[in-house]
């Protein structure tokens, strides 16, 4: 088997370990309502992007030794374009890990904008009358009272997941745009290298 074919051997072969890889990534469950299981899964998501970033640093310091000691040309261009799709395939993957986020968080932003705007209107006076005439009762200023309280409560509760989530909104969108830049660069390098290596190959 000569150089080129070896190289798109390898070329291929990363192509489908990087698929396989995404195709066998846990799909993550939708967690119950309440900051605290917000928040610890903001910091699981965290986890996930800052272990893939790991990855492509890893990938990258073994990279230039691998270049650095190889003594033929030819396997040297084969190495580097392979690191290149290993490269790319990473930060492919990191980039849609982001914007799978970015939109479970956007999701949640949404239902707790609707859940607020809910609240505000059965929280006005007319709508706490109407909802306390169906008990009967004399003690209409207490209940009255004690179920604003209770809306006021909630909302507050709701509010304040508002607000972290949309926080973390804005700074994983400007991750995913990061990742998104890094991903256009890489392939902006790696096609040249591409095209070169396809005009090596020998005409039937």
Known sequence: MNIHA??????FFLFVLSSTSLAQ???QPSPPGGMESVANEVGMLRQSVQSLDATLSDIAGKLLPLISKSKDASAESASRISGH??????AEQRAEMLRKQL????????????????????????????????????????????????LET????????????????I??????????ALVAR????????IEREIEKIPQP
Request: glycine content about 4%; proline content about 3%.
């Open 25 to 27: 990534s846990p799909q």
């Open 171 to 180: 700074h994983l969108e400007e991750d995913l745009k990061q990742a998104d």
């Open 103 to 150: 939109l479970d968080l956007i999701e949640k932003e949404t239902q707790y904008q609707i859940r607020i705007t809910q609240l505000d209107e059965d929280m006005r006076p007319d709508n706490i009358e109407r909802q306390l005439n169906s008990y009967g009762t004399t003690r209409t200023a207490e209940m009255r009272e004690t179920r604003r309280r209770v």
């Open 85 to 90: 799709f290993a490269l790319l395939a990473q």
């Open 154 to 169: 909630e909302r507050r509760g709701y509010q304040n997941l508002l607000t972290l989530v949309s926080g973390n909104r």
């Open 186 to 193: 890489l392939r902006q390098r790696l096609n040249p290298l």
């Open 6 to 11: 070896k190289l798109f051997a390898v070329m």
